[in-house]
């Protein structure tokens, strides 16, 4: 299969680009590289196309995509602090799975968009992929909602311009080469490497919101298993995840536990992440579609992703 990730230099990206390299598929990859590395594609580089693209950009985006049979829709402009300083920027990836669909449509290929578990907004867990949305008017939510338009996009594109789509609400994904700091920055491996550099572990609120964390590694071979399900091409989402739900204070203690650290807890109100915070209580995700679909089980659960991000960390350290 010949498949063109765009964002594939980053986080989600790079280890799907590394599963279907390995599994013999050939694989070309644009990234603006905003936010991925180019060293995030260092094992398969050799064996990949590259081009520095923006998908904003469509003729560009349109050229990288010749020959190509599916499209995974990886990239946008994504972080909470870059979120609620600019929530504007969120009409770009709109933008962006707009070009895609319509690259698709002009290539006749298929696309697969990775959405997030965002959509669902106020909702009541475990979250089902039928359940109304539900969404607070604020600036957290412009990225929710950018998602979601690009969602009724690639219905829209499947439905009516027989443009084979396949949707995914991706839940937390965690591991190597998640962003530990920055705008970026993702709260698991924000508190390994704290924990492993003898920092606080920094817990916003009292703790209690809780997440369900998937092994990054997990969320890339269902991936790559959904591309060859033409039944997961119907222009209806699809959740992957992981149902152990987790509050962010047990995390915090659970990564000092794991790694041995003896940094400490601190808890700072949400207003000193931004004034315009708002934050989701829970998340935790109903995967039985994708079951269904792919026969989907989790391999690594939480003390797992925390034990291979530390040791990623470490590795980095060592090389640095």
Request: glycine share 8%.
């Amino acid at each position: 299969m010949n498949v063109l990730v765009t964002g594939g230099a980053g986080f989600v990206g790079s280890h799907l680009v590394e599963r279907l390299v390995s599994l013999g598929d050939t694989v070309a990859v644009v990234d603006d590289l905003s936010t991925g590395k180019l060293e995030n594609l260092d094992a398969v580089r050799d064996r990949i196309a590259f081009e520095e693209i923006d998908v904003t950009s469509f003729w560009d985006l349109n050229r990288a995509a010749i020959g190509a049979d599916v499209i995974v829709h990886c990239a946008a402009r994504l972080g909470v602090e870059a979120v609620l300083n600019d929530p504007t920027a969120q009409f770009e990836n709109v933008q962006g799975i707009q070009n895609v669909l319509s690259v698709a449509e002009r290539q006749g290929c298929k696309v697969l968009f990775t959405s997030t578990s965002s959509v669902y907004g106020c909702q009541t867990p475990p979250y089902r992929e039928d359940m109304s949305l539900v969404l607070r008017p604020d600036r957290m939510s412009s990225y929710s909602c950018a998602k979601l338009m690009g969602e009724y996009l690639a219905q829209s594109f499947n439905d009516v311009r027989q443009v084979p789509t396949c949707i995914v609400r991706l839940f937390n994904m965690s591991g190597p080469r998640a962003a530990t700091s920055g705008p970026y920055s993702f709260v698991l491996q924000r508190f390994v490497k704290a924990a492993l550099e003898g920092s606080d572990l920094v817990v916003y609120g009292d703790g209690s919101q809780t997440r369900s964390f998937t092994y990054v590694k997990d969320g890339a071979r269902s991936l790559e298993r959904l591309l060859h399900c033409p039944e997961a091409f119907d222009g209806r989402p699809i959740n992957i995840g992981s149902s152990e739900e987790i509050s962010i204070l047990h995390l915090a203690r659970q990564v000092r536990s794991i790694t041995g650290s003896s940094s400490q807890i601190v808890f700072k109100p949400y207003r000193e992440v931004h004034p315009n915070f708002t934050d989701y209580q829970r998340r935790q995700p109903d995967c039985g579609r994708l079951a269904n679909l792919i026969s989907y089980r989790p391999t690594t659960g939480l003390e797992g992703i925390v034990r291979m991000t530390a040791e990623s960390l470490e590795r980095q350290k060592e090389t640095a």
